[in-house]
Nanobody, 118 residues
């Protein structure tokens, strides 16, 4: 099994910054693509950013130029640096990873709340 634990969420003013972390643990053989999804109240879950094991990245248009995704493969940890935050970025941010432990599966963290408000 693989466990994903997010941290770093909180309350921030518009224009501010936050850095989210997602740490993977367990009987991990290999982690492939890792992603940050977000879900705002009353809205569908959406992909914010993704990063492959080789470091290729993908961003939703809504966050491009403001968010930066990265990972430390040695630490099995992924990060999301969020700058120039807007109220519409308010959501629960969830970590997602495709990993091989007991077979290859998709795993989810429990999420961390990000609130952008003055």
């Amino acid at each position: 099994q693989v466990q994903l634990v997010e941290s770093g969420g909180g309350l921030v003013q518009p224009g501010g910054s936050l850095r989210l972390s997602c740490a993977a643990s367990g009987s991990i053989y290999r982690i492939y693509t890792m992603s940050w999804y977000r879900q705002a109240p009353g809205k569908q879950r959406e992909l914010a950013a993704a990063i492959t094991s080789g470091g290729s990245t993908h961003y939703a248009d809504s966050v491009k130029g403001r968010f930066t995704i990265s990972r430390d493969n040695a630490k099995n940890t992924m990060y999301l640096q969020m700058n120039s935050l807007k109220p519409e970025d308010t959501a629960v941010y969830l970590c997602n990873a495709d990993a091989s432990a007991d077979g290859t599966k998709t795993y989810w963290g429990q999420g961390t709340q990000v609130t952008v408000s003055s």
